[in-house]
């Protein structure tokens, strides 16, 4: 039983290594698609931002083309400032892949943000052409960090700062990041965090989520999240130790749900490889004591089995873990994967195993006779 135990352990070893491996090779793929990325307003070192507030709806979008939109994010984000004088103030926002325009106030009065184009680009000093790409620019409030944006990413507005506390509310639509394979669709909202460096001072910057009733955060990388009644959520964010702020959110997912998700088709797998090796093992040493010195025809035809079993369990567990978590058009490669890579492995190395199993068991029963 000893040795026993040591060969399902080696067993184990082996099998899990190859999987790693297996794992890494599928995943070469592009994972994402593309979504919008925004920053708060580039600003002056002579005024205080004495708070951010940013208010973000998800909602459901109907916007289907060559980019599925999935859902919407509805920004509005509010600044609370203090200048210690009247001041004119240019500001800059940016707003990555923004799927709609921008609108902007001060103190109550609607401001026209007028565009910037390749005709009066030079009056922007900041915004320089990046050499390597025609439709690229990057803007550099510091000499050695080039943020690269389209120009029909900023949103550039000039703006009379009152003596006193002075709100900016900038309001526009953009489109969370998501990814294209795997199991679960995962968004992801990213707000760029560093232009909060060249202000003079910053404070705390609250996030308040609205979602719909099937969604749910999964994770963000910065700041406390609580979550309210109704698909509410609120962070706060009290000091920038990250360069930007990332929301993932998904659908809302049954216990089961998780369980599978958390175990994926590798971990499914693999619990029914072993449980297959253990009856396998078995089947083994009943022949092999029948018929101590005849061919073991079990060694091939179980490691046929196994093999053929466990390429199935992990191409269906797939289709089976999206049904249960009721997701749709994900794309998956791991067909091919299981057809060209897993299967021949399994025959290959673990009809070895086998072989060297009922080797050993047949040395043992040889042994006891004489």
């Known amino acids: 039983m000893k040795h026993h135990s040591k060969i399902l352990t080696k067993s184990f070893l082996f099998f899990f290594i190859l999987m790693t491996c297996i794992r890494i090779y599928g995943n070469m793929a592009k994972p994402y698609s593309d979504g919008t990325t925004s920053s708060p307003i580039f600003g002056s070192r002579d005024c205080k931002v004495l708070s951010e507030k940013m208010d973000l709806t998800i909602v459901t979008s109907e916007m289907y083309d060559d980019y599925s939109e999935f859902y919407r994010v509805k920004y509005k984000v509010s600044y609370q400032i203090y200048s210690e004088k009247k001041a004119k103030l240019p500001l800059l926002f940016i707003a990555q892949n923004m799927a709609s325009e921008s609108t902007v106030s001060v103190n109550g009065k609607k401001l026209n943000t007028p565009k910037i184009t390749n005709q009066n680009i030079s009056q922007f000093s900041f915004i320089h052409k990046n050499q390597n790409s025609e439709d690229s620019y990057d803007i550099r409030f510091e000499q050695n960090s080039p943020k690269y944006v389209n120009l029909n990413e900023l949103i550039y507005f000039e703006t009379d700062l009152e003596k006193g506390e002075n709100n900016i509310v900038v309001e526009y639509e953009g489109v969370p990041e998501y990814n294209i394979y795997g199991l679960l669709r995962e968004f992801k909202i990213t707000y760029a965090l560093?232009?909060?460096?060249?202000?003079?001072?910053?404070?705390?910057?609250?996030?308040?989520?609205?979602?719909?009733?099937?969604?749910?955060?999964?994770?963000?990388?910065?700041?406390?999240?609580?979550?309210?009644?109704?698909?509410?959520?609120?962070?706060?964010?009290?000091?920038?130790?990250?360069?930007?702020?990332?929301?993932?959110?998904?659908?809302?997912?049954?216990?089961?749900?998780?369980?599978?998700?958390?175990?994926?088709?590798?971990?499914?797998?693999?619990?029914?490889?072993?449980?297959?090796?253990?009856?396998?093992?078995?089947?083994?040493?009943?022949?092999?004591?029948?018929?101590?010195?005849?061919?073991?025809?079990?060694?091939?035809?179980?490691?046929?089995?196994?093999?053929?079993?466990?390429?199935?369990?992990?191409?269906?567990?797939?289709?089976?873990?999206?049904?249960?978590?009721?997701?749709?058009?994900?794309?998956?490669?791991?067909?091919?994967?299981?057809?060209?890579?897993?299967?021949?492995?399994?025959?290959?190395?673990?009809?070895?195993?086998?072989?060297?199993?009922?080797?050993?068991?047949?040395?043992?029963?040889?042994?006891?006779?004489?």
């Open 194 to 370: 560093y232009p909060s460096n060249y202000w003079k001072s910053f404070g705390p910057i609250d996030v308040d989520l609205h979602l719909p009733s099937n969604l749910e955060i999964i994770k963000n990388n910065i700041g406390k999240l609580q979550e309210e009644q109704n698909g509410n959520y609120k962070i706060q964010i009290n000091s920038v130790t990250q360069e930007q702020l990332e929301i993932t959110f998904s659908k809302k997912v049954s216990v089961f749900g998780k369980v599978l998700l958390f175990l994926d088709p590798i971990g499914i797998m693999t619990i029914g490889f072993l449980i297959m090796f253990y009856f396998h093992i078995k089947w083994m040493r009943s022949r092999r004591r029948k018929h101590p010195k005849k061919f073991n025809y079990t060694i091939l035809l179980g490691s046929l089995i196994i093999a053929i079993l466990t390429s199935l369990i992990f191409i269906f567990s797939y289709d089976f873990i999206q049904w249960v978590v009721d997701e749709q058009g994900m794309k998956q490669d791991y067909v091919l994967l299981a057809v060209f890579v897993i299967f021949p492995c399994i025959l290959i190395f673990y009809s070895v195993l086998a072989w060297i199993t009922d080797l050993w068991y047949k040395n043992r029963i040889s042994q006891n006779i004489h």
